[in-house]
Structures are given as C-alpha cells and as structure tokens.
C-alpha cells in the first residue's frame, strides 16, 4: 500500500484532502531548498553590475591587457600578439584596454585614464583604445612615481614626425606607437620609425619627414609665448578663415564634413559635469599639507580657470553654446591644472572634443592644435565641420548655423581665442568682458 499524508483543515465545514504521494513531495522541496540560496545571488549580480573603470581595473590585476568580451573575436590574435610584445619592451608599465565606444561609456571616456589609474595606483601608461565601425582611437596619460620629473607625453606626441601616418584601421599601430612614445619620454629611448605596414598608404614612400620651420616655431607656442607675439597670427587666421567661408562652394580642395549640431543644452551639460569635477579635484589639493610652490601656482591658476567656467554658465548665457562651450574648456584645463598635469589647449575646430593634441596645418601655413579626429580630417583635405552656431543677423541670430571662427573676433573672446587654441589667456579676457560672451 502506498505511503501518503493526510491533512484535516478546519474552516467553515469540514474537510479532508489526500496530499501528493510522499516521494514526490520530498523532490520538490529538496530541489526548492537548493535552488533558493541562488535566487538572491543571481538577483545581486544583475543589480550590481561593475561600472567600466572598476571592470577593466578588476581585470588588470591578472592582466595588464584587457580585450572586452565583445571584441575578441573581431581582434586578430596578431594585433594581440604585437601590444604584449611591445608592452614587454617598454620603459615603464602599460595597462592597455580594449573596448568598444559605447553610449555608456563615451561621457567617461576622456577622463577614463585618471579613474582608472585611481584604482590601480601604480605608475605606468594608461591607455584605453576604442573602436567606432573600423575607426580606432585611444586616450592615454602617463604616470610617473612620485617626485619623478620629465618630459610629458604630449610634448613627445607633437615631435613624432610619424604621429599623423599611422593607420586607424586597427588597434595595434597606434597602441604600439603611443607605447614607444611613452618610452620616450620617460627615459629618452628613440622612437623607432613605424613599419610600412602601420602607415596610410599616401604615406610610405617618404616615412621620415622632418618637421617644417613653421612646425619648429609653433610649437613653442604651447609651452607659453605670450598673447602679444600671437596677437598678429590671430587676426591673419579671422581674415583667412572668413574668405574661406564667402568663398564658392567648389573652390579650394577641402570639403566639410557633415556632422551633428551640437545644441547649446548638450555642451552646458557636458560643461556643468567638467565644473563639478573640476571642484573635487581642487578640494582634493586643498586639502594637501605643507604645498609646494608649483603646487600653490597650480592651485591658484585652477581657480581662475574655473571662477572664468563659473562665469560663462550663469543664467543670462544658459542659451549661448559659445558660452557653453567655453566654461567646458576651462573647466577642464582647471580639472587638469588641479590634478597637477599640464594643461592642454583644446581642439581648435570643436571645443567639445578631446583636448588638442596634434598639431596640423590649417590656413597660410598656420598651425592650429587639433583632436586625433579633427587632424584625421585635414589630412584627408576636408575641413572640419566644427562647431556650428547661430549666425548674427539684423534682428538677431539667424536660423543658419555657420562654424565659429566665421564670426567677428572682436564680438566674442571665445571667437578671438579659439576657445584658447590660439592664446591661452581666455579668463584674462573673459574678466574684461564680463557682459559679452558674442
């Protein structure tokens, strides 16, 4: 006879029910108490999913290179093979990422290096490389151990000869490339020259072109000539650049490129996130003891950028991408001087891009800082689309949106210094014009 359970509930009435046999029941509550302690676990790891800089810092204490899960099998094993080989030769340690260029992670990804380095906390190169279709970039900064002084790896990047030939198609050549450049400015190792591989193919036939003269005189430029000896290039640039603009469609061999409007919300976004960034680290330094002189300098040179970012966000510009995109400018440089890193111009076509870091021709042999995109975008002789406003008119700014540095130089600083790619003392000129941002 067959084992079962009866249970007698007492309600309104009376009644008797026979329960599932025995054996049955015992299997379901067995596979029930194992499979309960699971559910909250799993339930954790789906809420508590790791941010990218706590992901990518997690893997690099197994392996200095991390490939994200979605790109290993696009990567070649190749390109792999060449980043270990020359993060084993390098100068100093190389924590290298490769990830896509998500949504997600583009609001981060300039300052990815600095978070990341802020979770690992070891000196080394820092280098998160990104992919958009088939097109690569990277950001990187280097860190040196403490009280450890040379040259910075911008200053290396804007001597290579080669900075502007190597292909983008792939991860490799550029992370390769930045990795020896750091070496070079850690320990002064000559940079060998690139494989005729990893240069464009207009480029391998004359692969050690030496700097022009303009290159050798314009480069001192980021290093602080003064607003006087750049006061005539300025205006040779306003001029040039709107005879540009009235000239014929056709004319000229650049072409724009067409590219989204940025709307004046967008940058004020992007700027009020760099002020509030910008103020962590400050208070990070104030809270320092015993500062030293360059420390204090720094200090007081973060302030006044960011008191000129403060400024341009108040509530009468709310509208003005200029202003937007001029407090987004200095609060950046601000966040930089306040980390104690040297202050970047930024691009001179769009302020909204990474700080500019090549540096290219532009007009009557001019040079002009630009971002890894803008410069890309010169070499192949197109222009720039930039960083479109809204055209004055007679009554008011017309539904035309034109780039910035059409504008009259005399009616806006942010114009007359391309937002400080041209002379860095936008706050000074900011302070004299507290009521004109146009």
Known sequence: MRPCVRMTMRGPGRRTLSAMPLPFLTAVLAAFAFLLPALPAAAEGIAETPEPPDRIAAAWRTDRLYVDERLKASVPATEIARIRAAMKTAALPAYVAIVPKTPALEPLLYDLPTLLHARVGEPGLYLVATVTSDYWSAVEEMYRPAGLRGRTLTSVQLEDKQRLDILQDRPAPQIVRTIQQASRAYDGRAIPPAPPGDLEPDRKENPNR???????QDRAAFVGIGIGALAGLVLVLILALRGRDHAPTGSGKRRRADRPVLEAPDV????????????????????????TADQLDLRDDAHRRLDAARALRAADHQDDVLAAGGALVL??????????KAVQPPCFFNPVHLPGTVSVNWSDDVEVPACQLCANAIRREK??????????????????RVPYWTLDPEDSPMVATGFGALSDDLPEQLATRKDEVR
């Open 210 to 216: 030496g700097p022009s003269l303009t290159d050798q």
């Open 268 to 291: 004020a976004a992007k700027a009020d996130a760099k002020i509030r960034r910008a103020q962590q680290a400050l208070a990070r330094l104030e809270r320092r003891r015993h500062k």
């Open 331 to 340: 609060a950046r440089q601000a966040e930089q001087a306040a980390a104690g």
């Open 383 to 400: 222009t720039p689309d930039g960083l479109r406003v809204p055209k004055p008119g007679l009554f008011g700014n017309d539904r035309q």
